[in-house]
């Protein structure tokens, strides 16, 4: 169980720079496809994307939440699905996790899609992007949660949604929608990073949200803390995307996606120091390009797992056929 804690220790050279590629981020080696859709009439059988990990003790495994996509009436519905993994290598597809409410009214009517587990006090928190419309990323987008006690109350549909938890403010850094979250809990806050869309013009950039409780009430801080600037290919200049946030040695890395409006996306990183977070983030370097068949066209939604000193960097990659 416990090589799954995120024990990290390092010792850097060199205090001004983190020394991240001890942990092999700056030397990746891509293993390749490890979840793919599934056949047809599946509930993934049109996309997946968007994987989260954690461990889960009950089972003593990891497990992956994802996106899953499938055509209903016509149009596509998104879905939480779950795998399961003993090497974070291999994954075994165990069904539906989470399911929208189909409920005129409610933020998750159309779809529910970007899952996070976080877990404090004994319950687990469900964070997810309620869409409010059926297609991808349809309708208005909203930061949701759901909350229980074990992995079945949701597989079961009997944990308790909370509805909305950040929305979009009508103007400024995330004035148009609200997206993919990742939490740090730090001297007693819980910070929870997350990209947004502008309202205009409509570039994404990455920010925070703070609370002394999952349960929230969460408050955003006014600007965006990441955006293109940081950013060394000035080419990448309108999407700051999809945080991934850890905390390694007396750093915190975020793994993000950088994009512009001629389709080209890739993962890269930025770093803060323990005493300048949540501000201060910093240029870190590449992680993932495109390069392969399978992820030649999009590198990105990333996720950062920590084991053993190794760092396994997730993400949804998109071939020139649009397959996620």
């Given amino acids: 169980v416990d090589i799954f804690k995120n024990r990290i220790g390092i010792t850097f050279q060199n205090p001004e720079v983190p020394r991240f590629d001890l942990l092999n981020y700056a030397h990746l080696t891509k293993q390749g496809v490890v979840l793919d859709i599934g056949e047809s009439g599946d509930y993934d059988d049109k ?153 205009s013009p409509s570039y994404e950039r990455i920010g925070v949200a703070c609370s002394k409780s999952l349960d929230g009430p969460w408050s955003v801080v006014s600007v965006n803390l990441l955006d293109y600037i940081n950013d060394a290919d000035t080419t990448l200049n309108q999407k700051a995307i999809d945080p991934s946030v850890v905390k390694v040695g007396s750093y915190y890395i975020m793994a993000y996606g950088a994009g512009n409006a001629e389709g080209k996306v890739q993962d890269n990183w930025a770093y803060t120091t323990d005493a300048d977070f949540p501000y201060g983030w910093k240029f870190g370097g590449v992680g993932v390009i495109p390069s392969e068949t399978y992820d030649i066209k999009f590198a990105h939604k990333p996720f950062l797992l920590c084991i053993e000193n190794k760092i396994y960097h997730y993400y949804t990659a998109l071939n020139n056929s649009n397959h996620r």
């Fill in 47 to 199: 996309f997946v994307e968007s994987p989260s990990i954690f461990y889960e003790p009950s089972l003593q495994k990891l497990v992956m939440l994802y996106t899953a996509y499938k055509v209903v009436d016509s149009s596509m519905v998104a879905c939480i699905a779950y795998a399961t993994s003993d090497d974070g290598i291999t994954w075994t597809k165990q069904g539906i996790f989470w399911e929208r409410t189909n409920v005129v009214g409610t933020p998750d009517r159309g779809g529910v899609t970007g899952p996070v587990m976080v877990k404090d006090g004994g319950n687990y928190y469900l964070f997810y992007i309620g869409l409010t419309n059926a297609g991808y990323e349809g309708g208005n987008k909203t930061i949701c949660c759901a909350v229980g006690t074990s992995l079945s109350d949701f597989t079961g549909g009997t944990a308790t949604r909370k509805g909305a938890q950040i929305r979009p403010n009508g103007t400024g850094w995330y004035g148009s929608a609200v997206w993919h979250t990742s939490f740090i809990h730090k001297d007693g806050i819980w910070y929870c990073f997350f990209n947004a869309t502008a309202s």
